[in-house]
T-cell receptor, first 111, second 112 residues
């Protein structure tokens, strides 16, 4: 079944740790996206990719980085986590007619 | 001024009611319009999408786009408790790399 997966679903980690949030999709889409969402706030685009070896920064400045070595895989990395990085991170892949399909999200808490 | 404005609610209705959810936007270049449903602690789920102005119906859901007034609506008929969620409107440009602009979402609660 075509789907989009994110791991871990929940992560609690100490300040200064390096973390990688995983995102994989089996939908065969070229476009992939990372959003950040705080409670009661709109989704903000932080990174996107149009295909392998393509990555761009989104509208919201983020200290995270991404890579796209394989079509189905779009991980997000924070080199040194801080409490200000506490948020929900949502990965999406882009289908036809500007539609996007979201994963379940990773809720990150940095202590 | 935000590009997309949406009343955050919460909106509370009885089961079986007709629900109207609305968004206004400022960028007249938006061409694709989408509604997403997001349950608590889950990712958004695509409900409806339309291109340019007009209506689109899918089961109990109807999406309307009025580009002249920059106003989009989602109607839910015969609302059910399972419809209780946050509804997000989003828009994008043609050729904009599918970068979506989201509203903050309207929280809906359908009560028995």
């Amino acid at each position: 079944e075509a789907d989009i997966y994110q791991t871990p679903r929940y992560l609690v980690i100490g300040t200064g740790k390096k973390i990688t949030l995983e995102c994989s999709q089996t939908m065969g889409h070229d476009k992939m996206y990372w959003y950040q969402q705080d409670p009661g706030m709109e989704l903000h685009l932080i990174h996107y990719s149009y295909g392998v070896n393509s990555t761009e920064k989104g509208d919201l400045s983020s200290e995270s980085t991404v890579s796209r070595i394989r079509t189905e895989h779009f991980p997000l990395t924070l080199e040194s986590a801080r409490p200000s990085h506490t948020s929900q991170y949502l990965c999406a892949s882009g289908g036809l007619a500007a539609t996007q399909f979201f994963g379940p999200g990773t809720r990150l808490t940095v202590l | 001024q935000k590009e997309v404005e949406q009343d955050p609610g919460p909106l509370s209705v009885p089961e079986g009611a007709i629900v109207s959810l609305n968004c206004t936007y400022s960028n007249s270049a938006f061409q694709y319009f989408m509604w997403y449903r997001q349950y608590s602690r889950k990712g958004p789920e695509l409900l409806m999408y339309t291109y340019s102005s007009g209506n689109k119906e899918d089961g109990r859901f109807t999406a309307q786009v009025d580009k002249s007034s920059k106003y989009i609506s989602l109607f839910i008929r015969d609302s059910q408790p399972s419809d209780s969620a946050t509804y997000l409107c989003s828009q994008t440009l043609t050729g904009g790399g599918n970068k979506l602009t989201f509203g903050t979402g309207t929280q809906l609660k359908v009560e028995l």
